[in-house]
Nanobody, 115 residues
Framework: QVQLVESGGGLVQAGGSLRLSCAAS????????MAWYRQVPGKRRELVAS???????NYADSTKGRFTISRDNAKNTVYLQMDSLKPEDTADYYC?????????WGQGTQVTVSS
């Protein structure tokens, strides 16, 4: 059974930091590209950052320079370090695993940034 379990969300003041984690099980994690998405109620889910199986990273313009995605294949975990948080970063954050025609989503973790 495939599971992606996010953790690390919460309430933080603007300018603060959070680190999200996504622990994967049931997949050959090292071959999967991993990504973080976020969604605000009533809006489309948007890509925040992604990391390939080889470690190449990609960021949304809105998060570039503030967020860092990384992965630890030994722990089957992908991370999202979020610094200099802004109120507009408030959303539900989801991790996604992608390999060929397979994709899996976690259940999400809520991030709230107060002004």
């Amino acid at each position: 059974q495939v599971q992606l379990v996010e953790s690390g969300g919460g309430l933080v003041q603007a300018g603060g930091s959070l680190r999200l984690s996504c622990a994967a099980s049931g997949i050959a994690f090292s071959v999967y590209a991993m990504a973080w998405y976020r969604q605000v109620p009533g809006k489309r889910r948007e890509l925040v950052a992604s990391i390939s199986s080889g470690g190449d990273t990609n960021y949304a313009d809105s998060t570039k320079g503030r967020f860092t995605i990384s992965r630890d294949n030994a722990k089957n975990t992908v991370y999202l370090q979020m610094d200099s948080l802004k109120p507009e970063d408030t959303a539900d954050y989801y991790c996604k695993g992608i390999f060929m025609n397979r994709e899996y989503w976690g259940q999400g973790t809520q991030v709230t940034v107060s002004s």
